[in-house]
């Protein structure tokens, strides 16, 4: 390689660099969001869900004892297999 060019590469990894540990500061969130996410929250102390005008809003506590009430049925016996969903991108 000559000079020139191992100047360039050298130069451009180094901005690049520099790039990535200040957009870094301003793309992370801050400590205390980060540790507020480490804390498991109650369910009575989550706010109400708003499902949409013909539900209007419901308490966690009501959709989870919903839940383990009418739990999902198992595919019916004979039905076509649950489709594998994949990330297609764009």
Do not use: Q
């Not at 060019?5 to 793309?27: E, N, T, Y």
């Not at 019916?76 to 297999?81: E, T, V, W």
Request: aromatic content about 8%.
């Amino acid at each position: 390689m000559n000079r020139e060019s191992l100047l360039f590469c050298s130069g451009a990894l180094a901005v690049s660099l520099l790039v990535a540990v200040v957009g870094f500061r301003f793309a992370a969130l801050p400590r205390t969001t980060l540790e507020a996410c480490e804390v498991s929250t109650p369910a009575e102390r989550m706010p109400d869900i708003d499902l949409g005008k013909d539900f209007g809003k419901v308490s966690v506590i009501d959709l989870v004892a919903y839940y383990l009430d009418h739990p999902p049925a198992p595919p019916a016996a004979g039905s076509a297999p649950a489709s594998v969903r994949r990330f297609g991108g764009c």
